[in-house]
């Protein structure tokens, strides 16, 4: 359902992601790790084609991100790391609003916001001002906003942050129940959050891959963090050698 090949970003000199190949299957939910200015947030906006990318190919659904941009977005539900929401609207105007804007025929459009602010535990603030809304709540306006039109390809920048733990523990919940039905890639700096609801991950340190494995693999030998840690480390310390050769 998505694939990258070779995928780099340059801005100006400095190359933000360097040749980043991988490939996320039908119904996978899989985590996107990496320590922060690793290049998480472009690879997530060049796969939403949000932005171009200075080299490779991509196709989500089987649709090129350059080549058929419209089909990829009728594909995706995108939640960014700031969710797009527009502060002076309810929760139910705003979300009817996002769902003919992607397309959700007119007359389905209410049982869609329905569904969503039901996914989403929405049904209280149903009514309420967005800009009345506690972060935690607008965030989940922003996962039911990308939820709204059921696209089979889910991309999640950052889903839970800003949540308290029980709303983490009901939007990882929700995230495992779509996972089958839809194909989740979500980029966390919580390593718990991959821990509980992916089945892989791929870290991705200074703009490469150093790491795409299960999760069960990973968490054989202790837990992610430890490895994480270990890996990124790892890398850093190679890094740094590198540079003092050069």
């Known amino acids: 359902m998505i694939r990258a090949d070779g995928l780099g970003k340059d801005y100006g000199d400095v190359r933000a992601i360097k040749e980043l190949s991988f490939t996320v299957g039908e119904g996978e939910i899989v985590g996107f790790l990496g320590p922060n200015g690793a290049g998480k947030t472009t690879t997530m906006r060049i796969l939403t084609s949000f932005m171009p990318q200075s080299r490779g190919h991509a196709s989500i659904a089987g649709h090129d991100i350059n080549k058929d941009s419209m089909e990829v977005r009728r594909n995706i539900g995108y939640l960014p790391e700031i969710p797009p929401l527009y502060l002076d609207m309810t929760v139910e105007a705003f979300l009817k609003f996002v769902a003919r804007i992607k397309e959700v025929p007119k007359a389905k459009a209410g049982k869609a916001a329905d569904r969503a602010i039901e996914l989403c535990g929405l049904e209280e603030m149903r009514r309420r001002l967005i800009h009345k809304l506690s972060k ?18 889910l991309i999640l920048d950052e889903p839970t942050i800003g949540l308290d733990p029980k709303q983490i523990a009901e939007i990882r919940k929700l995230i495992k129940d779509l996972a089958g039905s839809h194909t989740v890639i979500l980029s966390t700096h919580i390593l718990s959050e991959v821990t509980l609801t992916c089945q892989r991950a791929i870290i991705i340190n200074r703009g490469e891959i150093v790491v795409d494995d299960s999760i069960e693999n990973l968490t054989r030998e202790g837990d992610l963090e430890r490895e994480f840690l270990k890996i990124v480390g790892e890398v850093e310390e190679k890094g740094a050698t590198s540079e003092a050769q050069g």
């Open 136 to 153: 935690g709540y607008r965030q989940r306006v922003g996962l039911a906003q990308a939820i709204i039109h059921d696209p089979p390809v």
